[in-house]
């Protein structure tokens, strides 16, 4: 069956990185559009970013404002794995964040999700 699992969520300082990871198995990954969620406490669960790639158009990225400038998508095909690289965190960062594997790519989210994640907390501390 479908699996998709991240991973490297933790607890850092404000300013400090992590990179999370997101391999999926029992699916051709390469036919997907995937793209990262994440949930804050007490609020819905917003697109962070989303990556698609196809052999006529190339690659192409979609990023939330908030998350511009510092965090980078990138997709390994041959692993099937999603990476989401951030940077320079603050603590309106926190939450989970989720992986999704899904149709297309509407700015920065996944649409049609197909399979989720089960999440990572990510905690950026002041």
């Known amino acids: 069956q479908v699996q998709v699992v991240e991973s490297g969520g933790g607890l850092v300082q404000a300013g400090e990185s992590l990179r999370l990871s997101c391999t999926a198995s029992?699916?051709?990954?390469?036919?997907?559009?995937v793209g990262w969620f994440r949930q804050a406490p007490g609020k819905g669960r917003e697109g962070v970013s989303c990556?698609?790639?196809?052999?006529?158009?190339?690659?192409?990225?979609g990023y939330a404002d908030s998350v511009k400038g510092r965090f980078t998508i990138s997709r390994d095909n041959a692993k099937s794995t999603l990476y989401l690289q951030m940077n320079s965190l603050k603590p309106e960062d926190t939450g989970v964040y989720y992986c999704?594997?899904?149709?297309?790519?509407?700015?920065?989210?996944?649409?049609?999700?197909?399979?989720w994640g089960q999440g990572t907390q990510v905690t950026v501390s002041s």
């Open positions: 999704a594997a899904g149709g297309y790519c509407s700015g920065s989210t996944a649409q049609s999700v197909a399979y």
């Open positions: 029992g699916l051709n990954f390469d036919d997907y559009t």
């Open positions: 990556i698609t790639w196809s052999t006529w158009s190339g690659l192409s990225t």
